[in-house]
T-cell receptor
Framework: EAAVTQSPRNKVAVTGGKVTLSCNQTNNHNNMYWYRQDTGHGLRLIHYSYGAGSTEKGDIPDGYKASRPSQENFSLILELATPSQTSVYFC?????????FGEGTRLSVL | GDSVTQTEGQVTVSESKSLIINCTYSTTSIAYPNLFWYVRYPGEGLQLLLKVITAGQKGSSRGFEATYNKETTSFHLQKASVQESDSAVYYCALGGFNTGANTGKLTFGHGTILRVHP
């Protein structure tokens, strides 16, 4: 069964700390995405990837880096976390037909 | 650029009543986008509810349906009789244009919270 798994599911971080959010997909999809979801904003695209070794900036990339070391894994990295990055983060994999989403990671930066 | 507008931030409906959640879209692309409805149930991730990739067609799932209207650039979600288990957040989205450089990125609306009370 197609699946996208995110870890951790919940994270509390301190301001200025480094945070890494991980995503694994077993769908053999080339494309993977990171979105954040905030009340009143819907989901907004942070970074995406076309395949291993590729990362592209989405609509709101500032303050975030991404890494795609393999077809299956796509990480979102906050080098210096800030309270404004408190949000729910969704990873997705797929094609234009209908990306599959993970269950989300709730991040709180204090 | 692209945008999706959901006019209702929250909708409250009694069980067994009908529902409509409005969605309109705007795009600068000359190609017609694919249109989606995603749903997030409490405590769960984002799931695809339905999609339509051809203008004029209707998609349906779990009793919900939406028609891709390119004249009014709308994709409203409807259900004839809602259940309490339909309570969730519903997101309209566009993306996956059928021509050109297709990256599969989606543009989402702000979401509509649906509360169904018994």
């Amino acid at each position: 069964e197609a699946a996208v798994t995110q870890s951790p599911r919940n994270k509390v971080a301190v301001t200025g700390g480094k945070v890494t959010l991980s995503c694994n997909q077993t769908n053999n999809h080339n494309n993977m995405y990171w979105y954040r979801q905030d009340t009143g904003h819907g989901l907004r695209l942070i970074h995406y990837s076309y395949g291993a070794g590729s990362t592209e900036k989405g609509d709101i990339p500032d303050g975030y880096k991404a890494s795609r070391p393999s077809q299956e894994n796509f990480s979102l990295i906050l080098e210096l976390a800030t309270p404004s990055q408190t949000s729910v983060y969704f990873c997705a994999s797929g094609t234009n037909q209908a990306p599959l989403f993970g269950e989300g990671t709730r991040l709180s930066v204090l | 650029g692209d945008s999706v507008t959901q006019t209702e931030g929250q909708v409250t409906v009694s069980e067994s009543k009908s529902l409509i959640i409005n969605c309109t879209y705007s795009t600068t692309s000359i190609a017609y986008p694919n249109l989606f409805w995603y749903v997030r149930y409490p405590g769960e991730g984002l799931q695809l509810l339905l999609k339509v990739i051809t203008a004029g067609q209707k998609g349906s799932s779990r009793g919900f349906e939406a028609t891709y209207n390119k004249e009014t650039t709308s994709f409203h979600l409807q259900k004839a009789s809602v259940q309490e288990s339909d309570s969730a957040v519903y997101y309209c989205a566009l993306g996956g244009f059928n021509t050109g450089a297709n990256t599969g990125k989606l543009t989402f609306g702000h979401g509509t919270i649906l509360r169904v009370h018994p």
